[in-house]
């Protein structure tokens, strides 16, 4: 017998990822418990839902584990499809992932297992998490993980001391490819499945046609640097810094033309070429530090920073300006996004991060 069991709660989204997770739990001898979060109740625009929900249930059913469903839908659209509709009117470019994982996975699924006993969550996220004591009340840190072509650390900066204390990251530090490897010998159905890919539980959508469900095509002008109407647009809000496609040139530039900026209220568009599009620094806003404010003690830190899922690491200087911190770049960056999330590494631990302004 295990003296060391624990009651776990593993988030089984229906792919390979959590279910190596759950399966790896359960052959260390733990008592384990899959459970489903249903997030999203529309059906069509590349939602997998239905067949996700039937593939978790399956790798349940397979490792012999109990399966509980947990319905998140309301939450996740007051909370995350919110947030994402709102801060595209506004002319930024949000990132749901991070707020679903803040909100739903380590928010409302950490709250109920906690409530129902269990001793920590696990889900298929591909980061690292150390306790620098080894015992409860340590300092936790929240690492990359392994892979770093899968790397998920980034979608994860919101997490503090409390959730990284009661969650584990069992394939954190594997590869893909042995995670594949591992389902494929454990029988499980979902070892050939493809990654899933899109906003978190809802899957591969077009987003401006998913935006377009609650946010208006209105034609605007497409503008130089220098002001002068260039072209058209069907609508500020659907463009992203650093875009290159989607709008209209009726006057010859002679080189690529990328969007520099947006004025909202004017639903206006700035393109320029692609040196206009890149910035040697920034400032981030509603910042959140892992586990100190490196900024307290400190007039400066050196570090990497990230602003974007899987992006390049950029060396960066982060100082502190009062209510934001300043990055400034070692070289300049080619689509620095307002709304997304810029995260500062040391090494390989995440220690921090916030919203680009």
């Not at 499809?81 to 506004?90: A, P, T």
Request: charged fraction near 25%.
């Amino acid at each position: 017998m295990n003296k060391n069991k624990l009651k776990i709660a593993v988030g089984l989204s229906g792919g390979v990822d959590s279910s190596v997770a759950a399966y790896l739990l359960k052959k260390r001898g733990h008592d384990v418990v899959g459970v489903h979060m249903q997030c999203w109740d529309q059906r069509g625009d590349g939602c997998a839902a239905d067949e996700d929900r039937a593939d978790a249930a399956e790798v349940a059913g397979i490792l012999g584990i109990k399966f509980e469903v947990l319905n998140f839908v309301d939450t996740y659209k007051n909370k995350v499809i919110k947030y994402f509709y709102s801060e595209y009117e506004k002319g930024r470019t949000p990132n749901p992932d991070v707020m679903c994982n803040k909100e739903i996975k380590f928010g409302l699924f950490l709250d109920w297992a906690v409530k129902a006993g269990f001793d920590y969550v696990a889900t298929g996220h591909y980061a690292g998490i150390l306790n620098t004591t080894g015992d409860v009340g340590g300092i936790y840190k929240l690492l990359k993980g392994v892979d770093s072509s899968k790397d998920q650390s980034y979608f994860l900066y919101l997490l503090g001391q409390e959730q990284l204390s009661k969650t584990l990251f069992p394939v954190g530090d594997k590869t893909k490819k042995d995670v594949r490897s591992i389902a494929k010998e454990a029988g499980l159905p979902t070892h050939s499945k493809p990654d899933s890919v899109g906003i978190c539980f809802i899957g591969d959508i077009d987003v401006k046609e998913f935006l377009k469900q609650r946010l208006p095509q209105k034609e605007g002008n497409v503008v130089n640097s220098e002001g002068d109407i260039i072209g058209k647009h069907d609508g500020a809000w659907f463009y992203t810094v650093g875009q290159r496609h989607g709008f209209s040139i009726n006057k010859y530039q002679g080189l690529p033309m990328y969007v520099i900026g947006k004025k909202i209220e004017k639903n206006e568009l700035i393109v320029g070429f692609a040196k206009e599009a890149e910035r040697a620094s920034f400032w981030v806003s509603d910042i959140h530090w892992i586990h100190t404010d490196l900024l307290r003690d400190h007039i400066s830190i050196s570090c990497d920073v990230r602003i974007r899922h899987l992006g390049d690491l950029y060396k960066a200087v982060v100082s502190n300006g009062g209510e934001h911190v300043k990055v400034a770049l070692e070289a300049p960056v080619f689509g620095v996004a307002p709304g997304q999330s810029a995260v500062f590494y040391i090494g390989d631990e995440l220690v921090g991060g916030g919203i680009i302004k």
